[in-house]
């Protein structure tokens, strides 16, 4: 079974710091990419990867960044954390080549910014 | 852009019930189309999708869905709801032909089981 594994169910931080959300793939998918989920909203991309080093920015980039410096890894970096950006965090990676098989998601991050 | 819209974001069943959960999408062009369920604290998973071929799709837990392209649709549904049907139920799209890899995502319908 492919596994995408986010290193951190709950995350508490404060207002202003750095923060990094952590996921891992390991089935050699291509595409990795980072939403939030939030009540009503739905999910909502932040960014995506299509390959190593590569990121498209998804339809709410404001205030993240991303890293992928390895084909497994894909890193979400809030630069300053705000309260707005309390949230449910989930990556999910799938092949390159194959759109009509969807993803495969991470169990996600509960973020809280206080 | 490809939208989603799911009708209702909460329904509420009997046990034993028809479920019936509504998405429409928009698009000239018909998409990739996908429903995944996320039991509480959990991550998504895939319950069924469409890509090609027979309209009506089978889907894992007794769910189905069926692709009508004149009603830009794909409404899930269950003949008969069991308890651990309860969860929230999401609608996806992707791009058949763009090359945009992403899906787009439903608000999401929240369903519930009554005993």
């Known amino acids: 079974d492919v596994k995408v594994t986010q290193s951190s169910r709950y995350l508490v931080k404060r207002t202003g710091e750095k923060v990094f959300l952590e996921c891992v793939q390991d089935?050699?998918?291509?595409?990795m990419f980072w939403y939030r989920q939030d009540p009503g909203l739905g999910l909502r991309l932040i960014y995506f990867s299509y390959d190593v080093k590569m990121k498209e920015k998804g339809d709410i980039p404001e205030g993240y960044s991303v890293s992928r410096e390895k084909k497994e890894r894909f890193s979400l970096i809030l630069e300053s954390a705000s309260t707005n950006q309390t949230s449910m965090y989930l990556c999910a990676s799938s092949f390159s080549d194959r759109a009509g098989y969807g993803y495969t998601f991470g169990s996600g991050t509960r973020l809280t910014v206080v | 852009a490809q939208s989603v819209t799911q009708l209702g974001s909460h329904v509420s069943v009997s046990e034993g019930a028809l479920v019936l959960l509504r998405c429409n999408y928009s698009?000239?062009?018909?998409?990739?189309l996908f429903w995944y369920v996320q039991y509480p604290n959990q991550g998504l998973q895939l319950l069924l999708k469409?890509?090609?071929?027979?309209?009506l799709v089978k889907g894992i837990n007794g769910f189905e869905a069926e692709f009508k392209k004149s009603e830009t649709s794909f409404h899930l549904t269950k003949p008969s709801a069991h308890m651990s049907d309860a969860a929230e139920y999401f609608c996806?799209?992707?791009?058949?032909?763009?090359?945009?890899?992403?899906?787009?995502f439903g608000s999401g319908t929240r369903l519930q089981v009554q005993p």
């Open positions: 469409y890509t090609t071929g027979a309209t």
């Open positions: 089935m050699d998918h291509e595409n």
């Open positions: 698009s000239s062009v018909p998409p990739y």
């Open positions: 996806a799209v992707s791009d058949r032909y763009t090359g945009r890899r992403a899906l787009t």
